[in-house]
T-cell receptor
Framework: TAGITQAPTSQILAAGRSMTLRCTQD?????MYWYRQDLGLGLRLIHY???????GKGEVPDGYSVSRANTDDFPLTLASAVPSQTSVYFC??????????????FGEGSRLTVL | GQNIDQPTEMTATEGAIVQINCTYQ??????LFWYQQHAGEAPTFLSY??LDGLEEKGRFSSFLSRSKGYSYLLLKELQMKDSASYLC??????????WGAGTKLIIKP
């Protein structure tokens, strides 16, 4: 059983470098999301995609970009990393059809440290 | 603005019952989720309430009062494996989840 796969699991990155976090799902869910989770704070939405070919900005989009070329993949790119982007990043997907509760399925997370 | 309030940490004894409260203010409302997150792991779905009342699912139950902006998660017959953070997340009018910081539940023998 796969579900959602994220890579890498963890990464240390020098400030100013670029980085792409990969996310792939095999559930054919139409909606996908990127969140960051920091100690003492709730999950914060970075970007989302309601369907392949479309993306939208979440609560904290600055410094991040996404693309959704197909249903399965939703990579998150940091063009020029800064230390405040040190966080745990979770990719999630949901089947947002009207008959579904919209439950999110999460990947295992990518722990990113920017020095 | 949108706001979620839940206790930061709670402690309970194995075999006992614990209630984790959540109050919320959102722009519109399309239901409320509870997720469980073990340390170092991804959140996993526990429950979804869209109508007022109690939803029971095994040892876990979730309650919602839309007029009060209030929900709780009730855990019965606590087990050591229930030690985790519990995240309250209402869904706003745009169908976006608004996440609380979570309640860390510590179970003691």
């Amino acid at each position: 059983t796969a579900g959602i796969t994220q890579a890498p699991t963890s990464q240390i990155l020098a400030a100013g470098r670029s980085m792409t976090l990969r996310c792939t799902q095999d559930m054919r869910h139409n909606a996908m999301y990127w969140y960051r989770q920091d100690l003492g704070l709730g999950l914060r939405l970075i970007h989302y995609s309601n369907t392949a070919g479309t993306t939208g900005k979440g609560e904290v989009p600055d410094g991040y970009s996404v693309s959704r070329a197909n249903t399965d993949d939703f990579p998150l790119t940091l063009a020029s990393a800064v230390p405040s982007q040190t966080s745990v990043y979770f990719c999630a997907s949901s089947d947002s059809s009207v008959t579904n509760t919209g439950e999110l399925f999460f990947g295992e997370g990518s722990r990113l440290t920017v020095l | 603005g949108q706001n979620i309030d839940q206790p930061t940490e709670m402690t309970a004894t194995e075999g006992a019952i614990v209630q984790i409260n959540c109050t919320y203010q959102t722009s519109g409302f399309n239901g409320l989720f509870w997720y469980q997150q073990h340390a170092g792991e991804a959140p996993t779905f526990l429950s979804y309430n869209v109508l007022d009342g109690l939803e029971e699912k095994g040892r876990f139950s979730s309650f919602l009062s839309r007029s009060k902006g209030y929900s709780y998660l009730l855990l019965k017959e606590l087990q050591m494996k229930d030690s985790a953070s519990y995240l309250c997340a209402p869904m706003d009018s745009n169908y976006q989840l608004i996440w609380g910081a979570g309640t860390k539940l510590i179970i003691k023998p």
